[in-house]
Every structure is written in structure tokens, then in C-alpha cells.
């Protein structure tokens, strides 16, 4: 018997069916894609923020003697893993002069043919230098000075004034995310010349290609570094990349999952719906000799090759909603986000995706043609059989959830990695839907209940319908309960992630102007006598209030941490929320010399509040009780805070580094820096305004909120052609009985209420189930946000993620349930009673 | 006064080459309370006319009249309405709701008609024990037997109370005995005034009604009193 031809007639005979079920697989393809997209905007979006907060992901070579590291001693960094590129650094403080005006400032040098360096200080005129004697400049810094592209420029050597022409402008941020207080970019040939450095570099920055990477390539580095080097995190480099990132991160990898188990599902549902149309046929297949590994061979080539269409249809589509998608990303960011490109490695992919999915939902209604027994042919039109609550499933179902608990609670306690948590994550969900046929009769009867006011006779006809089909309606719902997890449950972990960044960085730019010195960072600036400067910008017009800062390097047990002494006034809101501890003291226990510390060096050291802190600063050794410990991204949460007042008393403090102004009630953050300028200018010091990192965060975070409602609506879409396909195929099943209820009486319009009703129950069974599965998955990844983060991210609950997953079902119902529903209302009736 | 009149009825399927003629300028009569059956060899029309005459459709040409309304000129609504309270159906395959139990499908068309849950089931109990089903009621279909499913359909067409119950091959797919039970029953309702149209292939089932109709190549060639007829229609005899 030649299997092709048999399926080929039997598609040819049944075009409908044959166009339905590829549609099937060609959505199910298309959702891969579709969620491919979703995760690169939200990808790209918190890259974006990671950069804003902490510049690209990298780590740096330093030696460890603290002296700069000879060409000769460079590490070879060939064939590690993970790495984009590296470049030597080198910075010098310098006193600049353009146009009369003088200030004192940082540059760095930056290999010439090392174009990767350049790269990371993003231009706002002009270009990158190419040539000797040529310079970039911050963009704020040029703007003090009045200096334009092609002016020149003298900085004061160690050989005496060069002068230079300025051929770029860059921005500030960049500049120093790359050396803390930078104020300019050179050749590094240059500042090894100017400054005699006779070829030694301060350090050799190691880019990498993501964040998640860091652990693998630090330790890389340090197999084959000799011990007079070591490697360290970037400049201010937070620990975002390691872990609120890496906390989405695996989100959109279990987003991506999730998408492909959504495709299982509908065409696994598809394929037995086939199979059960199909049945008698079977029988007389059996009867004319076909054996049992015919038929399982017959399913398995018709899934795979359904899933070889669905392929090739669901591409097209698949990147259709990809390029809707990544508009929509681009408006929202503004164009400056990514736009969701596909790469041909995830297209490829996604044509595998299909036959292989497809065939592996095709094994279950395969295993069932072995069990199509001969006689049924023999015997008349079957009765329709209800499908039963399949006890094994059940029972599997609850085994299979134990065993995902049990690594959900090993991954929570950290004894398993985190990244445990997707499979485990799957398998709950797997379980999960398992067994929803034994959940469908008490949550649709009760659905029911609510359109009974309203359709009493077509919601009882529809409730019969969907429980006499419990598996394919728990295989639909199915679908809506993923994508309603994924909305909720996932959506919810990555709003609170970014609400808390938003937080803590809202926290820390609550002033509105910053006026730093660009050399406090570089050893061998010399102090300067600013004992009054404070009271000066208290003077101007406009001000509020000034906090002063000061970063220190500190070691914490044997941990080098970084130290931030500052102003507390008591009161006033703490730059960061506090995670142990009283906020109501935080600020009277640092005046009496208390200290606080970040959630993720307490975590490390073991500390508590009340704990004592042994601290080496500024030559000395402190013992400090803990006052608090803060949710802080600063320095990744290796991070210790002092009152200025409480240690000056402790150790020599030098003239504060940062200075942080609130504007008054009725002054703008443009006018105070207007106002402030001219004072910062003759101080030589960087004055800028926070407005503008403000407005660039909240920018970033509507593109990440945004792209998560973009992941939602792909679910959606997905969940919506599952719910059409299944309506469909209950009306072809049910085509007789629709016959005999309109020869009964029933209008048109009541059939159409039939579907719609039965439509909007699988909606509500989606909303009920998917609300479940979705809080607990949300307190799931809160719980694994503590192992991976260091400390717990505060929960809450979002409800418009709720409201706008229950309107997207309901929706969903009513979308997918009105073509069947015009198809159910159309019925010929002399066809349908003819129809067996 | 006819209660069912069909006037000159021709229905047509198809177009051009492949059109088929079901119904040729059929006319017929049934007086309120006559029990009629149609007989004919397969593909004569019959179940076609049945379908005309109880409005699951519509003729292409001529007048089908129930109660002196004309059947043919209703919208699709007003048609439903007509079957929902004025008609009545028993066929021989898709009778009742395999999702429903007896009491639930008997008590379709009340619901249908906007009655609530509560008030048709106990009404349908009723039409039930007229039927001999009292027992019955609480089971679905699937536990039920040919003959019950097609008693608990008489009992469903009972209970409106119809103008005319059609019955297309209502004992098609029982056994003899099964297949007594039920002309007898039909008799019955006949016997108690209710008009009843039935098709049937089976002669000597036939000749329970008070007329056979018989029909050829979609006309009525016979019409005379079932025990002056001599239409011989079997299923043995369809097939020559």
C-alpha cells in the first residue's frame, strides 16, 4: 500500500480539513517567529537600558600590583568564548585650553585601528579619530567651552602643550562609563607619546558578547592570566547584566518555550480531531489488510508532512507579524530601538520547527490508529463516543507537577542553578494542562452559569459540547492558558524587574543637576580647596537643597567593594528602597556612624541588619554596625554607604566629588543649570542635568513594557487561531445535530449563540486556568528572583496584566468564534441531517 | 379543509447539466388527523417532499400550505418559528443529542422556544411516559436503545402538541419488533387526532396509515386508501 497516495487522496478529498490543519501548523510556526521578534524588541530594549545604567556589557585586565600592564604582558585572549573584542585603555589627566578658556580633565586613549573601542562612545557629531594629533571630546565638555569640530585643542604634557584638532563630539555617558570622569578620547599612541608610558597600558578592556557570558569569560581569563594580572568588572558596572537581565533573559527563553508548546498543542489537537473524523476510514483500511505499523507510519508521514506546509506557509506570515511587530517596537522606542530582525539561523528554525513538531504531536493519534479495530467497519454510522476523563493523564499529570515543585523548591533554595528553572517551568505548565479535563467540568459549568441569565438553552448545549470533548476542549484552553501565563505570569516578573530599576534609579536621579570634578577619580589629581562651594550653589537662586558624594575604594571582609560616602538628612527620601532594616532611622543610625550596605553584599558576606561590618577605608580598619541593607544596583550591589559628617570622623576626607542639586518648587532643571553653569565653569567642574537620562530611561522602559504587550498580543493571536480551529472542527462534528436543532426551531441566530457560547466558555476556561497558572508562575519567578538576583525584587501584583489578559480572551473567544458560528448558522439543512 | 396542501410543488437541484428534478407539480392534500405514508423507490423524491412540506425547504415553483399559510414565501426566521411550534419531526438516524439526556432532548423544543429549564423538563417527563419512557428520562442516548431513541423523538414531536408530525424512515434502523412498536404508536397519536406524514420503504408498516401516497421519478402516481393500495415498496426492492 503505497502510504503517500493514501494521503494525498485523502487531503484532496477533504480540502477544508487539509487547508485547517496546515493552517494549524503554519500558526503554530508563525508563533515561533512571531515570538522570536517579541523577545529580540524586549531583548534590544533592556540592552538599551543595561547600557544607559551601566555601559555595554565588558570586564577589565588590571594589574594587580595597581601599575600599569607592559604590551608584553598582555594576555592572549584567542579562542575564549563569549568575547566581542578587546582594547587597550589608558587615561591621564590632563588640563585642557581651548578658545582662552581652561579645564582641568581626563582623557583617554583608544587604539586607532581598534574600531570596536570607538564604537562604544556613541558620536553626536562629527567622527571617530583616524589620525595622530586628532581628538573627540564629550559633547557637555565642548558645549562649555564653545569649542566646534575642527577646532583645536592644547592639552598640557608631560612634554609640554600639544595641540590637537577636535574631530568629534561623543556622549558624556559613554565617555565615563568607559573612565569614570572622562572628558575626552585620543589615540592611545598619542598619550603613550605625550606621557611617556613607554607602550604600558593602564588596562585592556575585554568586551563581551552579552552579560550572561561574564562568568564563563572571567574565568577564562583568569586560566590563562600569569597572577600579576587580574580581571575586574567595568568602571560602575552594576550587576543589571547578571541579574535583572539575566532574570529577563530567562523569561523570553521561557517565553520562547512556551510558544513552541503552544504549537505542540494545537497541532496535536488538530491531528486528533483528524484522527477522530477519520476513524471509520481507519477501520476499513483495517479491514483491506492494512497493519498497525501501516497506520502508525500513515499518521507519522501525514504529520510531518502537514508540518513541511505549515512550514512553508507560516514563514511568510511568521515574518509578516515579525515586521507589524517590529514597527510597532520602533514607534514605541522612538526609532531608536531594534526593530525585531529575524536572523536566517532563527528562520531555519522555524522550518524545522514544524514537521518536527507535527510529527511529534502526530505520535498520539498514531499510538490511537492501533487500536481502530476491523469491526468498525463492519457496523453502521458509530454514535458519537465522549471522550472520558482520562485517569492516566491525571494521574501522570500530578506526578509530573511533584516532580516540578520538587525542582522549583531545589532551584529557590539554590540548590540547583537557576537556569533549572525553565524546564522545571515547563514541566509545571506540562502538568498543568495535563490535567485540565479533570478541572474543565466544575470551571465550565460555572462559566455557564454566568451567560445562563442570558442564553440559558444555547450555554447548556455548548457546556455538553465542550465536555463531552473534554480533551480536545482541555487542549484548546490549553493554548489561552499558555498565553495567558505568559502575559501574566512572565509579564508581571519582568514589569516588577524594571519597576524596580525604575525605582531605584528614580531614587538616585530624584535631584535634578549633577556637578562633578572629572579628575576626582585619577590618583594623581591634586585637591582642591571647594570648603565653601557647597554654601556657593546654596547661594544661587533656584536651589533647594545639595547633597555632596564622594566614591571611595573599599574592601568589605575580603571583598573589594566601592564606598559612597554622602549627605543623609533625615526626612528626606533614601536614594535607594531598603530590603532589611527601618527607614524610618536609616538616616539617624548613618549620622551616628552606622553603615548601609547593598542586598547583594550582604547576601555574600551573610550579613544582617545590626551585623558589624569590618571595612578597610582610607587606610584604616573600621568596624561599622549594619544600619540597613538596600535594594541597590550601584556597583551591582556590592556597595557600602557612610554619612559624610559620620566619616569624617573616622577617616581624611577629601573635597567631595559629586555634587547633587534639587532644584526649588518653582524653578525648572533647565534654568537651575543656567543658573549654575557659570559657577561650575570657574570651578572647572562638569555640570549636567538629569532631565535628559530621565527622559531616555522612561523612553527605554515603555519600549520593554511596550514589546512585552507585543509578546502578549503574538499569544493571543496564537490562542485565537487554536480557539477558530477547534470551534470549526466542533461544528463539523456536531454539523447533524445543528441540522436537528434548526429543524427543531432553532433560528439561525441561535445556532450563531451556540458557537459564540461554547467560544466564549473555552475564553473564560482560559481566563480562569491561565489566571492560576499564571499567578503561580509569577511567584515562581519571584521566588527564583532572590537565588538570582542576590535579593528579592518586592512583589506585586499587577492587575491592568490582568484586566488586559481577560479582555484578550474574551476577545480572543469572540474573534474565533464568529466565523464558525456564521458557518454553524448557514447549515443546509437537508445536507446537515444527511450528515454522518 | 386541508390542514397541508401542496400546490403544483416542483423542486429543482443543481443548474445546466447536472440539474436534477426532485419534485414534478406535486399535489397533495392531508386532512387534520390522517396518517399518511409516502413510499417510493430510492431517489424518488420522497424524503424531498417531506422536507418541502415541513419547511426545511423551500419548493422552486408551486405552494406548500399549512393551516391555509403559504410556507414558501416566510423568511428563514419565520420558518424556524413554524417548525419550532407547529411541526413536529421523527427521522431515522440524528434524532436526539447525544450530549443530552432523553428528558433534556424531549424538552428541546420548549427550550428553544424560550421556555425556562426548570418549567420544559417536567413537561417532558410527561411526553415521555406517554411514550412509555417514564425510566428513561435521566439517560443519555448512548444507554438507550434504537427503539427507545426513536420513541423518546415521538415523545419530543408530542410534546408541542404539532400540527402534523413528519416522520422520515422512523423505523429504518430497527428490528421488527422495534419497528411494530412504533407504527403502533404512531397509530396512536393518529387515533387521537394528530396528522401524521411518514416515509417509509417497509409496505406492510405502510399499511398502518390511512393512505399510502406513492411516488415516482418526483411525482405522486398513487394516493389511494392503504388498504385499497397496492404499493409493494421494500428495501429488497429498491435496489432492482
Known amino acids: 500500500m503505497n502510504l503517500l497516495d493514501l494521503i494525498v487522496h485523502q487531503w484532496l478529498q477533504r480540502p477544508a480539513r487539509t487547508i485547517l490543519s496546515a493552517l494549524s501548523v503554519a500558526i503554530a510556526v508563525a508563533a515561533v517567529l512571531g515570538t522570536a521578534v517579541a523577545q529580540n524588541s524586549v531583548r534590544s530594549a533592556d540592552r538599551s537600558l543595561q547600557a544607559l545604567v551601566e555601559g555595554p556589557p565588558a570586564v577589565d585586565i588590571i594589574s594587580t600590583e595597581g601599575g600599569r600592564i607592559d604590551a608584553s604582558r598582555r594576555p592572549n585572549l584567542d579562542g575564549i568564548p563569549g568575547i566581542a573584542g578587546s582594547y587597550s585603555v589608558t587615561s591621564r589627566a590632563t588640563l585642557l585650553r581651548a578658545h582662552g578658556q581652561r579645564m582641568k580633565s581626563i582623557v583617554v586613549g583608544l587604539p586607532l585601528q581598534q574600531s570596536a573601542a570607538w564604537e562604544t562612545l556613541p558620536l553626536v557629531a562629527g567622527r571617530y579619530c583616524r589620525e595622530a594629533n586628532e581628538a573627540t571630546l564629550a559633547a557637555d565638555m565642548a558645549n562649555d567651552l564653545g569649542v566646534k569640530l575642527g577646532d583645536s585643542l592644547t592639552l598640557l604634557t608631560r612634554r609640554g602643550p600639544r595641540t590637537m584638532t577636535v574631530v568629534g563630539l561623543v556622549e558624556s555617558s559613554a565617555l565615563s562609563a568607559l573612565s569614570p570622569g572622562a572628558s575626552g578620547a585620543l589615540p592611545l599612541a598619542d598619550i603613550d607619546r605625550y606621557f611617556d608610558l613607554g607602550g604600558s597600558v593602564d588596562r585592556v578592556r575585554v568586551l563581551l558578547d552579552s552579560a550572561d557570558g561574564r562568568p564563563r569569560v572571567e574565568s577564562a581569563l583568569r586560566d590563562r592570566m600569569p597572577t600579576t594580572l587580574q580581571v575586574q568588572n567595568t568602571g560602575q558596572q552594576s550587576q543589571l547584566a547578571d541579574t535583572v537581565l539575566r532574570s529577563t533573559e530567562l523569561a523570553l527563553r521561557f517565553s520562547g518555550a512556551l510558544s513552541l508548546a503552544m504549537a505542540t498543542f494545537i497541532i496535536l489537537n488538530t491531528l486528533r480531531m483528524n484522527f477522530a473524523e477519520r476513524r471509520r476510514e481507519i477501520a476499513v483500511l483495517r479491514v483491506l489488510g492494512a497493519t498497525q505499523r501501516q497506520l502508525v507510519a500513515l499518521h507519522l508521514t501525514e504529520g510531518a508532512a502537514l508540518g513541511l506546509m505549515g512550514s512553508i506557509l507560516g514563514i511568510p506570515l ?35 520547527a514544524g514537521p518536527l513538531v507535527a510529527g511529534i504531536a502526530a505520535i498520539v493519534p498514531a499510538l490511537q490508529s492501533r487500536h481502530v479495530s476491523p469491526r468498525e467497519a463492519m457496523t453502521g454510522a458509530e454514535p458519537r463516543r465522549a471522550e472520558g476523563l482520562p485517569l492516566w493523564a491525571t494521574v501522570g499529570g500530578s506526578l509530573i507537577m511533584v516532580v516540578a515543585v520538587g525542582l522549583m523548591l531545589l532551584v529557590m533554595t539554590t540548590r540547583l542553578p537557576v537556569e533549572m528553572a525553565i524546564p522545571a517551568g515547563l514541566l509545571l505548565l506540562l502538568a498543568f494542562i ?113 547633597v555632596e558624594l564622594q566614591f571611595m575604594a573599599a574592601r568589605a571582609g575580603a571583598m573589594p567593594v566601592d564606598c559612597i560616602v554622602r549627605d543623609f538628612v533625615p526626612g528626606d527620601e533614601l536614594p535607594w528602597s531598603i530590603i532589611a532594616g527601618s527607614a524610618e532611622n536609616c538616616a539617624l543610625r548613618l549620622q551616628a556612624g552606622e553603615a548601609v550596605i547593598g542586598g547583594v553584599l550582604a547576601h555574600k558576606l551573610g550579613l544582617s541588619v545590626g551585623d558589624p561590618l569590618r571595612l578597610e577605608l582610607g587606610g584604616r580598619s573600621l568596624s561599622l554596625p ?107 462534528e456536531q454539523t447533524g445535530e445543528l441540522g436537528l436543532l434548526r429543524i427543531l426551531g432553532m433560528t ?50 499587577h492587575f491592568p496584566l490582568l484586566t488586559a489578559n481577560t479582555l484578550g480572551c474574551l476577545l480572543v473567544a469572540l474573534v474565533a468564534g464568529w466565523s464558525p458560528g456564521a458557518k454553524a448558522a448557514r447549515l443546509d439543512l437537508a445536507t446537515a441531517i444527511a450528515y454522518e | 379543509m386541508p390542514i397541508l396542501s401542496a400546490r403544483k410543488v416542483c423542486k429543482q437541484y443543481g443548474a445546466g447539466p447536472v440539474q436534477v428534478q426532485a419534485l414534478l407539480d406535486v399535489d397533495l392534500d392531508v386532512a387534520t388527523g390522517e396518517f399518511i405514508a409516502i413510499m417510493g423507490p430510492s431517489g424518488c423524491g420522497k424524503s424531498t417532499l417531506l422536507q418541502v412540506l415541513g419547511a426545511i425547504d423551500t419548493p422552486t415553483t408551486g405552494q406548500v400550505l399549512l393551516d391555509s399559510q403559504d410556507l414558501g414565501g416566510l423568511s428563514d426566521t419565520a420558518r424556524s418559528l413554524i417548525r419550532r411550534r407547529r411541526i413536529g419531526f421523527v427521522f431515522q438516524k440524528i434524532n436526539l443529542l447525544p ?75 430497527l ?66
Not at chain 1, 449563540?753 to 467560544?759: D, T
Not at chain 1, 515562581?780 to 537565588?787: K, L, R, S, Y
Not at chain 2, 419488533?177 to 417509509?200: K, P, Y
Not at chain 2, 411516488?215 to 392503504?226: E, K, L, N, Q
Open chain 1, 434 to 546: 495535563v490535567i485540565i479535563p479533570a478541572m474543565i467540568g466544575p470551571v465550565a459549568r460555572g462559566a455557564a452559569k454566568l451567560l445562563c441569565p442570558w442564553w440559558p438553552l444555547e450555554s447548556d448545549l455548548a457546556t455538553a459540547q465542550l465536555l463531552e470533548r473534554r480533551i480536545r476542549t482541555g487542549l484548546t484552553a490549553g493554548v489561552l492558558v499558555v498565553a495567558v501565563n505568559a502575559g501574566l505570569g512572565m509579564g508581571n516578573s519582568i514589569v516588577n524587574n524594571v519597576d524596580d530599576v525604575h525605582d531605584w534609579h528614580r531614587r538616585w536621579l530624584s535631584n535634578d543637576v549633577s556637578i562633578h570634578d572629572p579628575r576626582v577619580h585619577d590618583t594623581a589629581a591634586t585637591s582642591e580647596d571647594r570648603i565653601d562651594f557647597r554654601e556657593q550653589i546654596l547661594a544661587r537662586s533656584g536651589v533647594a537643597g545639595v
Open chain 1, 748 to 797: 439561525r441566530r441561535q445556532v450563531r449563540k451556540v458557537v459564540l457560547c461554547e467560544s466564549l466558555l473555552l475564553g473564560i476556561l482560559g481566563i480562569v486556568l491561565g489566571t492560576a497558572a499564571g499567578v503561580v508562575t509569577a511567584l515562581v519567578i519571584h521566588f527564583c528572583n532572590e537565588p538570582l538576583l542576590g535579593h528579592p525584587v518586592p512583589f506585586k501584583f
Open chain 2, 175 to 240: 428490528d421488527s419488533s422495534n419497528a411494530q412498536r412504533i407504527i403502533e404508536l404512531l397509530r396512536t397519536c393518529a387515533d387521537g387526532g394528530q396528522t401524521i406524514v411518514m416515509v417509509t420503504h417497509d409496505a406492510n408498516l405502510a399499511r398502518r396509515a390511512d393512505r399510502i401516497v406513492v411516488m415516482s421519478d418526483g411525482r405522486i402516481v398513487d394516493g389511494a386508501p392503504a388498504d385499497e393500495s397496492s404499493a409493494t415498496f421494500s428495501p429488497a426492492e429498491e435496489g432492482r
Open chain 2, 99 to 173: 450530549t443530552l439526556s432523553a428528558a433534556e432532548n424531549v424538552a428541546l423544543p420548549l427550550r428553544i422556544d424560550g421556555l425556562a429549564r426548570r418549567a420544559a423538563l417536567p413537561r417532558a417527563k410527561a411526553a415521555l411516559e406517554q411514550v412509555g419512557l417514564a425510566h428513561r428520562a435521566d439517560h443519555f442516548p448512548h444507554e438507550m436503545s434504537g427503539g427507545e431513541q426513536q420513541r423518546a423523538a415521538i415523545a419530543r414531536a408530542l410534546l408541542i402538541h404539532p400540527a402534523v408530525i413528519f416522520a422520515d424512515e422512523p423505523t429504518g434502523a
Open chain 1, 318 to 352: 511568521g515574518l509578516l507579524i515579525g515586521r507589524g511587530l517590529g514597527q510597532a517596537m520602533q514607534r514605541l522606542l522612538d526609532s531608536h530601538g531594534d526593530t525585531g530582525e529575524i536572523s536566517y539561523r532563527t528562520i531555519g528554525w522555524a522550518m524545522l
Open chain 1, 626 to 732: 549594619v544600619a540597613a541593607i538596600a535594594n541597590d544596583y550601584f556597583a551591582g550591589g556590592l556597595i557600602v554607604y557612610l554619612d559624610r559628617g559620620a566619616a569624617a570622623k573616622m577617616i581624611e576626607l577629601g573635597p567631595p566629588a559629586v555634587y547633587f542639586v534639587r532644584a526649588s518648587a518653582n524653578t525648572s532643571a533647565e534654568s537651575l543649570l543656567e543658573s549654575l553653569r557659570p559657577l561650575a565653569n570657574r570651578n572647572q567642574l562638569v555640570i549636567r542635568s538629569f532631565a535628559e537620562a530621565r527622559e531616555r530611561l522612561d523612553r527605554l522602559i515603555r519600549g520593554i513594557v511596550g514589546a512585552l504587550w507585543g509578546l502578549l498580543a503574538v499569544g493571543f493571536v496564537v490562542g485565537c487561531a487554536a480557539v477558530a480551529n477547534a470551534l470549526t472542527m466542533n461544528v463539523l
